[in-house]
């Protein structure tokens, strides 16, 4: 079985397993109101009936999020910097001569003239690929 694991305030780690939530943290009176709010939130999350009105989630249109993310790098680095026909899953966004080339398939950015740049873009791809993907699951 799977696990997945995120990061809540920078400093509580949730781990997701299937019937059971852990929360990790080093203890601090930040660290443990930040992980108070956090377990009050999962024990509320499971209190919650999953509603029935919802729609079972869909399979993500790859070809849709290829269209929002060239749409996205445009809007953020000018139409210029992204190519106008791509093929495949790699496609890659340039802005002064530097090149960050990705990954579609495995939404991994890479750039080597600048890491300031890859991360921009790394974050620009995770978070519309979060926004357009359904949530698998629950807790």
Request: net charge negative.
């Amino acid at each position: 079985e799977k696990k997945q694991i995120f990061r809540a305030f920078g400093a509580i780690d949730v781990i997701i397993e299937p019937k059971m939530v852990t929360l990790e943290w080093i203890a601090s009176p930040c660290n443990d109101m930040f992980a108070d709010a956090v377990l009050s939130a999962v024990l509320q999350a499971e209190s919650l009936e999953s509603p029935n009105y919802l729609p079972p989630p869909s399979k993500v249109d790859k070809m849709h999020f290829k269209e929002c993310l060239i749409e996205l790098l445009q809007d953020m680095f000018g139409e210029e910097s992204v190519p106008k026909i791509f093929q495949g899953d790699k496609i890659y966004v340039t802005v002064d001569g530097k090149k960050a080339n990705i990954d579609l398939s495995e939404l991994k950015v890479t750039c080597a003239e600048d890491d300031t740049f890859q991360q921009i873009v790394q974050t620009a791809v995770s978070k519309l690929h979060q926004t357009l993907v359904p949530v698998k699951g629950s807790l």
